[in-house]
């Protein structure tokens, strides 16, 4: 197996056809129906499904697709940083909880970006799980993690600014008129949360004995779709300060938890792998924006 062969299975996947893929990629069909049965042959397991004309994945070929994309993409990034003769381009990927406390590292990147106009920046949005899977397989340079994280074994710097939880509500519910959300507050309440943060227990300090009596009907990754939900009425829900700002029409507002919760936001990277000049600078520029704060 070698990365051309990733590149046409990648490319019948996409196409759903292999008469696609060969259009595509400019070689003949024959020549790829070769190449999948000798990939098949050499995993042990088929790939592949045709039916009404068109390839389908098996489970199998779902989870070679996913790792496919991630090799072609890491060789391909290897080769340009390699390949290049200045030093200070490229690309940097950072992998981000979602967070507005970040404006240290937007101005490191601002700047990155007027001292070497050729460095290009990937920003990818998940939960834990997933940025630390792409930090640790090298898919990634960085990796954001929002409140309670474990970055050991990694490189790390914990920004200065932290987060805020709240309670996004409509408006005309049942909190009407308050200016804070206290634990009591939210017994028998619908809410929604984020799966991270109910997983790992982020609310159980403010929360004291309480934890029992939530109620919560649903988990989310992506704050937008909960915020969607909640405008229907469906629930309450958990929520940072600033990643999602209510309109005048959404029927919603955003109200601070009391006592305070704050959570920590932490930039992390592998200290073992070999950063490009464009990231080890782009540290160097991080540290000296926090340190003017």
């Known amino acids: 197996m ?4 990733l590149r046409y299975f990648l490319a019948a996947a996409e196409q759903q056809s292999i008469s696609g893929a060969a259009q595509k990629l400019h070689v003949t069909q024959p020549t790829l129906s070769r190449q999948f049965m000798e990939l098949e042959e050499e995993l042990g397991h088929t790939l592949f499904v045709r039916t009404n004309r068109k390839l389908h994945l098996t489970e199998k070929g779902k989870l070679f697709y996913e790792r496919a994309q991630a090799i072609v993409s890491l060789f391909d990034r290897t080769k340009a ?4 003769d200045d030093e200070m381009t490229g690309e940097i990927r950072i992998a981000s909880g979602e967070t507005p406390a970040l404006s240290s590292l937007a101005r490191a990147i601002a700047r990155l970006q007027i001292e070497a106009p050729k460095v290009r920046f990937h920003i990818t949005s998940g939960a834990e799980a997933q940025v630390k899977s792409e930090l640790h397989s090298g898919l990634t340079d960085f990796g954001v993690f929002v409140g309670i994280a474990d970055t050991l074994g ?10 805020v939880w709240g309670l996004l509500t409509r408006v005309d519910g ?8 206290e634990a009591s507050d939210l017994i028998g309440q619908p809410l929604l949360c984020s799966e991270q943060s109910y997983r790992r227990n982020e609310f159980d300090g403010w929360l004291n004995d309480l934890r029992a009596d939530l109620n919560i009907v649903g988990t989310f990754n992506l704050l937008y779709n909960a915020y969607v939900l909640a405008t229907a009425g469906v629930g309450h829900v958990l929520a940072l300060d600033g990643i999602i700002n209510p309109t005048a029409t959404s029927g919603l507002v955003w109200l601070p938890l009391y006592p305070r919760l704050e959570c920590d936001i932490v930039i992390a990277w592998n200290h073992s792998r070999n950063l490009s000049p464009a990231s080890k600078r782009l540290i160097a520029l991080l540290k000296e924006e926090e340190a003017k704060i």
């Open 2 to 5: 070698d990365i051309r062969v």
């Open 81 to 84: 940083e390699i390949r290049s």
């Open 154 to 163: 990694y490189s790390a710097i914990k920004f200065k600014q932290k987060d």
């Open 174 to 181: 049942p909190f009407a008129g308050k200016k804070h959300i």
